[in-house]
């Protein structure tokens, strides 16, 4: 059995074989007009011999870089070759280097000068993604803000259409940006119905026949109609001739960064490349940014079709190894083709075979088909850019354009309009880098203006929210008073430089009498030096108006803990930092009883339950009563034990937690203070305890036994009466206090 199945899995990977080959060799083969009109693209500025030394650049990096990286990656289909993103920034690199008068003639030493600056740029580029790649900054490449890189997209198909002119219209753009309509007397209107017609046969076969190879087929069908036309004119002299503009010409094997070399001088072309160091090193980092952007989310479209999932490290890392190489043989810039990836899935192609088979191919068609280059009209290839241009138009910013038609008007749909807009015009008039450049900022700006809302969500006193500490009556009557002095303002959001005004504004109009100050941050994510700085500011102004700032919803190990620590925020030590704003008021609390010097404690005499009682009920009563000593962190009673008793806090502090939380101090639902009690309710009603009872610091209790209530009822009727009404009035005060501070907590 297991032989049986060893034999059907070599069949099966001896099978692949010809498939594979067969797939690879049909990506190459319909995908040399595009491979053909983005190498002229990148090379037009040197006119019409852009075609010859594009095509041969191009096919490098369809063979030698795509080879390199069929085996470098470890994707399932790593298709690589020339893009129209990076052939474009070849164009303008190229463009800017023409400018320099010191250029010797293209067709000599300029020529090597230009090919060098090129191989330059695309070695630059790889080294960077392989920088990034051995880093693991891949990431970053896709954090680009989404309108700037749709406004880099639109803006790469629009000047791809407009690098058209010369081969189109037979007007270069530059004629038309300088001479306006009046260019337009220099217009071959041959070349212009060949490359519509061309455009529209690759269109309508797109939408027809999403299957077939249009690109292809479209270039067949412009190259028969112009030579068949030139034919006809030849032996027909009475129809009009059609100027419909010159083929490529041969392409030589040649390189051109080979071809140029034999006449460059070492010193003059070092000093070229030097004078020229930033435009070089610009270019080769946009091309990494771009072109890694570009690979890993074609990267990532393949795998969902697949069905796979890719490591972008290693991706990134074969990419930037395929372009240092081929940068040297004088490729351009490489990144994965989806649309070549694509040709190799439909004939059956799903493995790193078909891409290596694909790359050779291109190089068996560059080395062949040479002679085919001298047909094919330029014109021809012209079309089939404006269709490539169209399709570069970016399909999130139509949306957003068929939004704004529609009647949206929203504020962040204008900013994402203006966003593309103003790095779509950028880049098409004064290059890539400024352009992207000034979009990153201005998306930052937006973004920094978006998020800039009043940090103060909530602002309140300690009469509105009081804390939930439970003090005796006499205590609670000198806080009623004094709370209003306590002032709680609720942030959220990030506080940064970008909004620290309105909270300095929101302090300054609180009312006047303000005694403590309490920030509630358990809303605020994430504090930059700029706001740490301001609450530093707030807690010296506060102080030499005698007053005080707590932090509440701070700790020493959180994240916002630690920034504040960072940038030397007040309280750093942990003094002035609460857990939550109901102890941030508590402590409020406390200080304004210490300014008013009374009594934060009440004495035993002063319990509410001896209310009413003469002096013997009261002796008979302090009779049942059991002295009870508890340590801090010690637990009075936990949840589901048997209500035996209620105690009375003579001394110290308690507080009741939600259910095995203990010293760990879970959820507070209330604090004791002494002359108050707790454990009645489960007394009364026969239930067990609801909650934990943990004592904050050492505390002396009064235990009162319900076996000894129930006597002292029976035996003093009146003494009874009075002591359930006691406690009866004191669980609805403390019930209606409960349902404040939990309403409250909820607001």
């Known amino acids: 059995m297991p032989s049986t199945s060893l034999l059907r899995l070599s069949r099966a990977a001896l099978g692949s074989w010809p498939r594979e080959a067969f797939s690879g060799c049909l990506a190459a083969l319909v995908t040399v007009a595009l491979v053909i009109s983005l190498g002229s693209l990148a090379w037009s500025p040197l006119g019409l011999d852009a075609a010859r030394l594009g095509a041969t650049a191009a096919f490098m990096t369809a063979g030698v870089s795509a080879l390199v990286y069929a085996l470098c990656a470890r994707s399932r289909l790593p298709a690589g070759g020339p893009t129209s993103p990076s052939s474009l920034m070849v164009m303008a690199l190229l463009a800017g280097l023409l400018a320099d008068p010191a250029l010797p003639a293209v067709g000599g030493a300029g020529l090597g000068w230009l090919a060098m600056a090129v191989a330059a740029a695309v070695v630059v580029q790889g080294l960077l993604q392989l920088l990034l790649a051995a880093l693991g900054w891949v990431d970053l490449v896709r954090r680009v803000p989404q309108p700037v890189l749709s406004g880099f997209m639109n803006a790469i198909a629009a000047l791809v259409l407009l690098g058209q002119a010369k081969l189109v219209l037979g007007v270069p753009w530059a004629d038309l940006k300088l001479q306006g309509l009046s260019a337009l007397a220099g217009v071959r209107p041959g070349s212009l119905l060949l490359a519509a017609g061309t455009a529209a046969v690759v269109w309508w076969l797109l939408a027809r026949r999403p299957r077939w190879p249009a690109v292809l087929l479209g270039m067949l069908v412009g190259t028969l109609v112009f030579h068949g036309l030139q034919q006809a004119a030849a032996v027909v002299p009475a129809l009009p001739a059609l100027d419909m503009g010159p083929t490529a010409g041969r392409m030589a094997l040649d390189l051109p960064i080979l071809a140029g070399w034999r006449a460059v001088q070492l010193a003059d072309c070092q000093a070229f490349l030097m004078r020229h160091a930033w435009a070089i090193l610009s270019t080769g980092a946009a091309l990494a940014l771009v072109c890694t952007l570009e690979t890993l989310l074609a990267m990532m479209a393949v795998d969902q079709q697949l069905g796979t999932r890719s490591s972008t490290r290693r991706e990134l890392a074969g990419a930037g190894l395929a372009n240092v190489l081929g940068g040297l043989c004088g490729a351009l810039p490489m990144g994965l083709v989806r649309s070549r990836a694509v040709a190799m899935m439909t004939a059956g192609g799903r493995s790193r075979r078909a891409a290596a088979i694909s790359a050779i191919g291109s190089l068996v068609l560059f080395s062949l088909g040479s002679p085919l280059l001298d047909l094919l009209p330029l014109a021809v290839l012209g079309g089939i850019m404006v269709t490539v241009a169209w399709a570069l138009v970016d399909p999130w910013s139509r949306s957003l354009l068929r939004q704004w038609r529609a009647g949206e008007r929203s504020r962040e749909l204008l900013h ?292 000894a209530l129930a006597a002292l009822a029976q035996a003093h009727p009146a003494l009874g009466a009075r002591l359930y009404r006691n406690l009866a009035r004191y669980l609805a005060q403390r019930l209606r206090v409960a349902s404040a501070a939990w309403t409250a907590a909820a607001g």
């Open 416 to 707: 994402s309009l203006a966003v593309v807009g103003l790095v779509l015009s950028l880049t098409v008039w004064y290059g890539p880098i400024f352009g992207v450049g000034l979009g990153l900022t201005l998306a930052v700006l937006l973004f920094v203006r978006q998020i800039s809302t009043d940090p103060v969500r909530a602002v309140y006193s300690a009469a509105q929210r009081p804390s939930r500490r439970v003090y005796p009556a006499a205590v609670e009557a000198r806080l009623a008073g004094l709370r209003g002095r306590v002032q709680v303002l609720e942030l959220q959001g990030a506080l940064f430089f970008g909004n620290v005004e309105p909270l300095r504004h929101a302090v300054a109009t609180l009312p006047a009498g303000l005694r403590v100050l309490v920030l509630d941050l358990r809303r605020v994510s994430t504090v930059d030096a700029t706001g740490a700085h301001a609450l530093a500011q707030l807690a010296a102004q506060l102080r030499r108006n005698g007053q005080r700032l707590l932090l509440a919803q701070v700790q020493a190990a959180t994240p916002l803990g630690r920034q504040l620590q960072i940038f030397g925020a007040p309280g750093a030590e942990g003094v002035d930092w609460f857990v939550d704003a109901d102890h941030a008021v508590e402590a409020a609390e406390q200080s304004l009883l210490a300014d008013a010097a009374a009594p934060a404690e009440a004495a035993a005499a002063d319990f509410a339950l001896f209310d009413g009682l003469d002096a013997g009920e009261l002796a008979i009563l302090r009779a049942h009563l059991q002295p009870v000593q508890v340590r801090a962190g010690q637990a009075v009673f936990r949840q589901g034990d048997a209500a035996d008793a209620l105690y009375l806090l003579a001394s110290g502090s308690i507080r009741i937690v939600s259910a095995g939380q203990g010293a760990g101090g879970g959820t507070r639902y209330v604090s004791l203070s002494p002359g108050t009690w707790f454990g009645e309710a489960a007394v009364l009603d026969g239930g067990g305890r609801s909650a934990d009872a943990v004592a904050d610091a050492d505390s002396a209790l009064l235990r009162l036994d319900q076996a």
